[in-house]
């Protein structure tokens, strides 16, 4: 996968994703004249901002939501992973924060677990 940034990262195969591959190619048979999973002509370029930013406003139209961008849907992914009990090194590779610090902004919107690890202030008396 590439970022906006130009990095190159990548990613694991999910496995419902892989079982589907290998259905496929059970279905398929092994007396294929091509070895290859997919064939195409013309190689899949890098997707565009401009192709996710209409998939999404696609998706909120069909489900009846307001037009979202799409870091508000990282957000939300990473708040509820955070919910979870996921780990921000675990979030962070998965939005390929460069940073724990960039991840770490997710975690004090959830203050009901950042209650639950807090310590009290020196010389505070609680």
């Known amino acids: 996968v590439r970022s906006k ?6 990613l694991p195969l999910p496995v419902d994703v892989g079982e589907a591959v290998a259905a496929y190619l059970v279905l398929r048979g092994a007396e294929q004249r091509w070895r ?14 401009s ?34 009990g996921a780990a921000l090194p675990e979030i962070g590779q998965l939005l390929r924060h460069r940073e724990l610090a960039t991840t770490a902004i997710y975690a004090r919107v959830d203050t009901a677990a950042l209650a639950m690890v807090a310590q009290p202030w020196p010389g505070s008396g609680s």
Request: aromatic letters at 4%.
């Open 36 to 49: 290859q999973l997919f064939l195409r002509i013309d190689p899949p370029g890098p997707m565009q901002r």
């Open 51 to 84: 192709t996710v930013l209409a998939a999404i406003r696609r998706g909120c139209v069909r489900v009846g939501l307001p037009d979202l961008c799409s870091h508000r849907l990282r957000h939300t992914l990473a708040v509820d992973l955070l919910r979870r």
């Open 5 to 10: 940034g130009g990095w190159r990262d990548p």
